[in-house]
């Protein structure tokens, strides 16, 4: 109601100035004829002024917002894989029986451009993979998976609501732990029921390693120095190490 009032009252103030100044013009120069034509002459243009400041200029500011609102969303996304997603793809890549044409899939290098990643990213995504679980082994895979709370307060971040496949991945995260976290005898359940989980585990796994690798282009394209630590804990190698070795 407020900022309601204070257009109003910006309104008006600009009409009376405008109207003031038509007085002076009038008062100084006496010639309404030579302000009708100028003030015609400032009405012929105004349709371009309003397609510059509305248009052009807004489609510049926001995507100029977006850009940053976006580089918001990559810190938070950089924060979720230094934190829990690295650790939390690791041990899905436990479970995962063809580990080995996932991991020829994103053996990244340096010489890797954007076109090398967005490959990468869209066969890992749509990579027919299989789980290699069993009743024995789901109690220590439930164990090792984040606890849900860390993955719900990712969706209280606004920002993330710019980018569809980063949530639709928590979801689906969210929506394993959610269901192994309702068994309380994981090594008693039925096969019928581990093949339900196993499904649950590809849909999160495919979903965690594009997103994994989009933020690895990411890095690359503007952090280079970040990406070379990163590939240092890649988490589809056996003999992760941050510590550079010689040659």
């Keep these: 109601m407020k900022r309601i009032r204070f257009n109003h009252a910006v309104i008006i103030i600009l009409i009376a100035l405008s109207a003031v100044f038509f007085i ?5 120069f006496h010639d309404v004829e030579e302000s009708g034509f100028l003030f015609f002459q400032d009405m012929m243009f105004l349709p371009l002024h309003i ?15 977006k850009r940053e609102r976006l580089e918001h969303v990559n810190i938070i ?12 793809l690791r041990t899905l890549n436990t479970v995962i029986a063809d580990l080995e044409h996932m991991k020829e899939l994103v053996d990244m290098k340096p010489s890797w451009n954007d076109k090398a990643f967005d490959n990468a990213a869209l066969a890992v995504k749509n990579c027919s993979v ?27 971040n606004p920002n993330l609501l710019e980018h569809d496949t980063f949530t639709d991945m928590l979801w689906a995260l969210y ?36 997103e994994w690798v989009i933020y690895m282009k990411h890095l690359k394209s503007r952090y280079p120095y970040l990406w070379s630590l990163a590939i240092r804990k890649n988490p589809f190698s056996a003999h992760t190490s941050v510590i550079i070795q010689s040659s």
């Design 24 to 28: 002076l013009q009038q008062i100084l």
């Design 51 to 65: 397609l510059l400041v509305t248009f052009l200029l807004d489609r510049i500011l926001s995507a100029r917002e």
């Design 77 to 88: 996304i950089g924060a979720f894989f230094s934190e829990t997603g690295s650790d939390t």
């Design 175 to 210: 929506h394993l732990i959610d269901e192994l976290s309702n068994r309380q005898d994981t090594q008693t359940l039925p096969q019928t029921d581990i093949d339900h989980l196993s499904g649950d585990i590809i849909r999160a796994y495919n979903l965690l390693a594009y």
């Design 130 to 156: 299989h789980t290699d679980i069993d009743a024995q082994t789901l109690n220590s895979f439930k164990n090792a998976l984040p606890a849900k709370e860390n993955i719900v307060s990712m969706f209280a």
